[in-house]
C-alpha cells in the first residue's frame, strides 16, 4: 500500500526570498555569498534555465547569466518559514519524520486517495506561505523520496510495486539515496551511470565496494526498503507571520492582520490538540530591526481572541515612529490541551 509520502520544498531558500520580495519572481536569483569566490546555495527555477545549480561558484554563475541576482543567506528567516509550512502539512498525518530544513515524511492511514491528499497540501501550504512543494507517493521511503524528485516544481508522482524496477531504469545513479558524490564517482569509473547499469552489479560487488551501504544500495534500487517513518521530536513552539506588502503604521491594519494569525493559530492548535503557556509577538520595522515581547500565562491559551488581545497588548509596547514591515506571532511552552478550556473573557 502507497502510505508514504515525501515532501520536498521547490528551490526552498529562493522560493523564501520570492515570498519576501515578490519582485524577485520575474528574475533569474540564487541565494549564496555575495562574493565571486563564494558558491550558490540555491536557485530559482528562472536561474535554472541558465545552467546554474546549487555548489556551482559565484563567479561562474555570473558568466552563465550577467544579469543574475544573487541574495545573502538568511538561515533564521528560512528555518521560520520551514517551520510554518511543515505546521501545516503535520495535520495531514499522525506521524511526520521531518528529515531536514525543507523535506519530510508522512505515514498516513486514512483512506483518501493519495493524489487528492497531495493535491490538498500543496494547495493550502501554497496558500498560506507562499512556497511550492513537490510530493513523492510510494510503499516505502526510498521509491517516496525518488517521486517528489521527478516532475518540480509542484509536482505529485506515485509509484507503485508495479512499476518496478523498470521505472527507475534510466534516472541517473546520483538519484540513489545512499550514493554521494564519492560513491557516483567511484561508479562512473567503471562505466555505472545509470540506475539500469547499477542492476547489473551483484551484492557481493557492491558490498565490496561501499561496504554495509552497498547491500542497502543492492536493495533499494530493486524497489526493497525498510525504513520506518519515524515521528520527529515535539515541536517546542508554532506559529505564523506576515511581511506586508506596503510598511505601516496604521493600528487597524496591525490589528486585522493580529486577528487573522490569530485565527490561523486557533485552527493549528485545535488540529494538534494543544494549548499554550507562552505568547511571542515578533516585528520588524522598515529598516529591518527586530523587536520582540512575550507573554506568559498561569492559564494555558489557545482561543483567537486570547491570542489577539495579547498579541495586541504587546504591540502597544512596541509602537515607534518606524513603520513595521513584517508582524509575527507564535506560541511556545506547549502542552496536550486534555481539558476543556474556558477563555480569558468567559
Request: hydrophobic letters at 35%; zero cysteines; a negative charge.
Given at each position: 500500500m502507497n502510505n508514504i509520502l515525501h515532501i520536498d520544498c521547490d528551490a526552498f531558500y529562493a522560493s523564501c526570498e520570492e515570498v519576501r520580495y515578490p519582485k524577485l519572481k520575474n528574475h533569474p536569483m540564487a541565494v549564496g555569498g555575495l562574493s565571486n569566490k563564494s558558491i550558490i546555495t540555491t536557485a530559482n527555477y528562472k536561474a535554472?534555465?541558465?545552467g546554474i545549480h546549487s555548489a556551482m561558484p559565484v563567479f561562474i554563475a555570473k558568466k552563465l547569466c550577467p544579469n543574475l541576482v544573487i541574495v545573502g543567506v538568511d538561515k533564521k528567516?528560512?528555518?521560520?518559514?520551514?517551520?510554518?509550512?511543515?505546521?501545516?502539512?503535520?495535520?495531514?498525518?499522525?506521524?511526520?519524520?521531518?528529515?531536514?530544513?525543507?523535506?519530510?515524511y508522512l505515514l498516513v492511514e486514512d483512506k483518501e486517495n493519495r493524489i487528492n491528499k497531495a493535491k490538498r497540501i500543496q494547495k493550502e501550504v501554497m496558500e498560506k506561505t507562499g512556497i511550492g512543494v513537490s510530493i513523492g507517493i510510494s510503499y516505502n521511503k526510498f521509491l517516496a523520496k525518488i517521486s517528489s524528485d521527478w516532475n518540480k516544481p509542484l509536482g505529485i508522482k506515485e509509484i507503485n510495486s508495479s512499476d518496478i524496477p523498470h521505472i527507475l531504469k534510466d534516472l541517473d545513479i546520483s538519484k540513489v539515496h545512499g550514493l554521494g558524490r564519492k560513491?557516483?564517482?567511484?561508479?562512473?569509473?567503471?562505466?555505472?551511470?545509470?540506475?539500469?547499469?547499477?542492476?547489473?552489479?551483484?551484492?557481493?560487488?557492491?558490498?565490496?565496494l561501499f561496504g554495509k551501504q552497498g547491500s542497502y544500495?543492492?536493495?533499494v534500487i530493486r524497489g526493497e526498503d525498510n525504513r520506518k517513518v519515524e515521528i520527529s521530536s515535539k515541536r517546542k513552539s508554532i506559529g505564523r507571520e506576515f511581511t506586508f506588502k506596503e510598511n505601516?503604521?496604521?493600528?487597524?491594519?496591525?490589528?486585522?492582520?493580529?486577528?487573522?494569525?490569530?485565527?490561523?493559530?486557533?485552527?493549528d492548535m485545535n488540529d494538534r490538540d494543544i494549548k499554550a503557556y507562552t505568547l511571542n509577538l515578533k516585528i520588524k520595522t522598515e529598516y529591518f530591526k527586530t523587536h520582540t515581547r512575550s507573554?506568559?500565562?498561569?492559564?494555558?491559551?489557545?482561543?483567537?481572541e486570547d491570542i489577539?488581545?495579547?498579541?495586541?497588548?504587546l504591540l502597544e509596547k512596541l509602537i515607534s515612529n518606524e513603520k513595521f514591515r513584517l508582524l509575527g506571532i507564535s506560541l511556545s511552552n506547549l502542552s496536550k490541551n486534555n481539558h476543556t478550556q474556558l477563555s480569558l473573557f468567559d
Open positions: 535554472r534555465e541558465y528567516y528560512y528555518k521560520e518559514k520551514s517551520i510554518e509550512v511543515f505546521d501545516i502539512i503535520e495535520k495531514y498525518a499522525k506521524i511526520k519524520e521531518q528529515v531536514s530544513i525543507d523535506e519530510a560513491s557516483t564517482k567511484k561508479l562512473r569509473n567503471i562505466g555505472i551511470h545509470k540506475i539500469e547499469d547499477l542492476l547489473s552489479l551483484d551484492e557481493e560487488f557492491l558490498k565490496n544500495v543492492y536493495h505601516t503604521l496604521d493600528l487597524r491594519i496591525l490589528h486585522s492582520y493580529i486577528d487573522e494569525i490569530a485565527k490561523i493559530l486557533e485552527s507573554h506568559t500565562q498561569e492559564v494555558p491559551i489557545y482561543k483567537k489577539a488581545s495579547i498579541s495586541k497588548d
